[in-house]
């Protein structure tokens, strides 16, 4: 694997408070990685020693093979983070072509302009007339200036309509098809869900779980198999089976709760009930993320 992002055994403390605990994990080329946790989890903390913008206590980090702050690091890294801060007294024009001038190969004004919804209007207007909307779509264009290898968002889409979430996420995933390595925090579980390749979840300052939304999803046992069945069926041959921990019926569809999916699609074929459009609900991430994350202790 190609390493853009490796962290080892990388610990952050604050006076007598651990923020970040023993942490350890790369992330490859073309990753699309959400960083998951509630309040406190060390999510903030680990972004921020991935910036170069703290120094871990102990361990180490290295992006594309060196240290955060190297010059050649910097020029291959776009950041939007949670807080927007605009240049006043500036147009927006000037502020893009400002950043841009900071990088080898920026993209320019016009690939920004169709990447991110600014418009031509907004580049004629000074960074402080804008509003909370211009702003963020601003914030996220001067993330993309420069053309990044990696990209770094801290809730990006906080503050964001319908129609500019939307949009921003279909260029992230244009970004990834472009071989972008993308991190990103979120508190829209079904963002990340939808978006993310892998999930890092965080809670205590650890990472608690690590892999695809389906993989973390597949953690949780409230999984349930659906289908239709006809209404004289009886289904009491499957309340015999230990395998199965509850059975309902909603809207003319049958829906069976069980910790092994697998074992209940046998079942309801050895049963010969004439189950049809079968369907598998692995869980929801929301539920993965409570269960994974209860009990989490303060952080930052």
């Known amino acids: 694997m190609n390493k853009i992002v490796s962290l080892t055994n990388v610990t ?16 490859g080329k073309g990753e699309v990685v959400a960083i998951l946790g509630p309040n406190g989890a060390g999510k903030t903390t680990t972004i921020s020693m991935i910036l170069g913008l703290l120094k871990p206590s102990a361990g ?4 594309f093979n060196h240290q955060p702050h190297e010059k050649q690091v910097r020029e291959k890294i776009g950041t939007m983070l949670q807080e927007v801060s605009v240049m006043p007294g500036l147009k927006v024009r000037e502020i893009l072509e400002l950043i841009s ?9 016009q690939q920004l302009i169709e990447l991110t919804g600014l418009t031509n209007q907004d580049l004629k207007t000074r960074a402080e007339k804008l509003s909370g909307g211009q702003k963020r779509r601003l914030s996220f264009a001067l993330a993309l200036a420069g053309n990044p290898e990696l990209i770094i968002f801290d809730e990006p889409t906080v503050g964001m309509d319908i129609t500019s979430r939307n949009r921003f996420w279909q260029t992230v995933h244009q970004m990834a098809a472009q071989g972008k390595t993308i ?9 990340a869900d939808d978006a993310a390749g892998r999930i890092l ?9 690590d ?15 659906s289908f239709f069945v006809d209404p ?5 041959k499957l309340y015999l089976h230990s395998e199965i921990d509850d059975i309902y019926r909603k809207n003319n569809r049958v829906y069976i709760q069980s ?5 209940v699609l046998e079942l309801i074929f050895q049963e010969k009930i004439g189950a049809r459009d079968i369907q598998i609900e692995r869980g929801k991430l929301e539920e993965a993320f409570e269960q994974l994350t209860s009990g989490a202790k303060e952080a930052i």
């Open 101 to 109: 001038s900071y990088y080898p190969n920026p993209l320019g004004i």
């Open 201 to 209: 979840l965080f809670k205590d300052g650890a990472v608690v779980a």
């Open 259 to 263: 910790s092994n999916t697998d074992r």
């Open 183 to 191: 991190i990103f925090s979120t508190h829209y579980l079904q963002e």
């Open 60 to 63: 180490e980090i290295k992006l």
């Open 232 to 236: 004289e069926m009886s289904l009491e």
């Open 12 to 27: 952050k403390s604050f006076q007598h408070k651990t923020a970040v605990n023993d942490v350890s994990f790369t992330i």
């Open 211 to 225: 892999g695809t939304p389906a993989q973390i999803k597949s953690r949780i046992s409230k999984q349930s198999v």
